[in-house]
């Protein structure tokens, strides 16, 4: 009897314990499963710098290429810049509603997208720098690569956009993840524009000084370079590119792994109409849209004139490469400055403060006399700008996507939406700019191939790139001014929606731990 007594309080304390021991194996791997190593993240970064490498050398070089190298007329230029921007516009809300109604695979929902892409838009990018033996179908030529290879990497881009909610479902991770990926998306964009101008730059068929002060003779070929040197080392500088794509592709690959189970399931698909409509009926992401829409448009015209504003209206020829260099590395190195001021002042002031920086310098390089030192140093002071434009809509948008899902938990999985249709609204309004300003080009006299330009031309690079995007950027401040997240708004959400992904986190664990507790019975 003493035996059998004292065997009853052992066996029950044995029963008590297991079902304990039990949780905690069933919890601990989903906490460490959210936890991103340094690896992780940086494979993820890796994953954004071909979309900015490819961007930023055809953002300063297509424009110039196109006139000078494939020696297009402008107005043909102009229809292949603004349709290959609508198109690549186009694009994006679609690529991103089927990739919203994709179905899970062995490699995820959103890596089919990247991986099979990749070698397509490798392939139509390397083509859009190559000039073919051919003057009849040129123009379609350029038209139908460029558009095939903005098809291609958008069915790259908008899925690794989408990709930062679906590699964890811890908030700071998600916000770290995207610091990583904002700096190696600015080094990419560096990378770019140092290949692209670097190559090319070495072998212009021009000279680099005119003889005469009105540059009269500046038709002279004094640098032995010819059109076929300048073909060919554009070719070279996309091949180099091209193998940079593949391998960073290859990095996210194999480094990032998505996560299917973040303890929420999926809503019902939306149609097309039915996605649209629940974007712009959710005020704070159109405000930010039609704000950022504004200051983007502006730095676009400012990126996609640049080139030639350097070339012609300062007279800087062998020295226009390194400039935008120079405003490149300007960005990447302030990138960390103003992630800082935006986590100590909020993110709506330091959108202010970064934008509106570059107003200034903007007047200052169009109003005083043509000077290497003062275009390096406003150069310098203008990536700055460049760095806080860059940075804030990235920084931003998530906020919008997580106010949605607090306002609308019921649905989810439309993540993808929010990345497609803004990049749409983008792009499309790149196009329309860099149509019409290549456009003007023409009426204001533009020569082909010609390494002068009339004074016409001048006047209307420095429009260009001065007054228009001054007044975008102001429209945009102010539509950006009535954006409702404030820093009070978003830690609130973001408690809230941990809260939510707690509560059904653990609502699934007790699910789960039930049903253990079932079988064993």
Known sequence: MARGEGAEPYAATLLTVKPVNV??????????????????????????????????????????YLLDVAQLDPSYASLILFVGRAWDAVTDPTVGFLVSRSKWTRIGRMMPWILFS???????????????????????????????????????HVPYSALTMFITSDQKERDSATAYRMMVEVMGTVLGTAIQGQIVGGVSSCPTEPDTADGSNATTNTTGVSLEDTKRAYVVASGVICIIYILCAAILFYGVKEQKDNGRKESDPLTFRQGLLVLVSHGPYVKLVV???????????????????????????????????????????????????????????????GVSWAVPFMILIVSIESNLILSYLVSVAAGVSVAAAFLMPWSMLPDVVDDFKVQNPKIHGHEALFYSFY???????????????????????????????????????????????????????????????????????????????????????????????????
């Open 118 to 156: 990749t070698p397509f838009a490798v392939l139509t990018y390397f083509l859009i720098w190559y000039v073919p033996p051919f003057e009849e179908g040129k123009v379609l030529w350029y038209l139908v690569f460029y558009c095939l290879f903005q098809s291609m990497q958008t069915c790259f």
């Open 23 to 64: 949780e905690i194996k069933t919890v601990k791997p989903k906490e460490r499963r959210n936890r991103l190593s340094v690896w992780n993240k940086l494979f993820y970064a890796f994953g954004g710098a071909p979309y900015q490498i490819t961007g930023s050398a055809l953002g300063f070089f297509l424009q110039i």
């Open 423 to 521: 990049v749409f609204f983008i792009k499309f309004a790149s196009g329309l700019s860099l149509g019409i300003s290549t456009l003007s080009l023409k009426f204001a006299g533009y020569v082909t191939g010609d390494c002068s330009q009339p004074e016409a031309v001048s006047l209307t690079l420095k429009v260009l790139v001065s007054p228009v995007p001054i007044v975008l950027i102001i429209m945009g401040l102010l539509v950006l001014r009535t954006y409702p997240i404030d820093e009070e708004r978003r830690k609130r959400n973001r408690k809230l929606l941990q809260e939510m992904i707690d509560s059904e986190s653990e609502t699934s664990s007790e699910s789960e731990s039930s049903d253990l507790g079932s079988s064993r019975i």
């Open 291 to 353: 704000g950022f829409l504004f200051t983007s448009l502006a730095f676009m015209l400012l990126e996609g004139n640049f080139a030639l504003f350097i070339t012609y209206a300062l007279g800087h020829r062998k020295d226009f490469q390194n400039i935008l260099l120079v405003i490149m590395l300007s960005g990447t190195l302030t990138i960390p400055w103003w992630q800082w001021f935006l986590t100590q002042f909020g993110k709506k002031k330091a959108t202010y403060y």
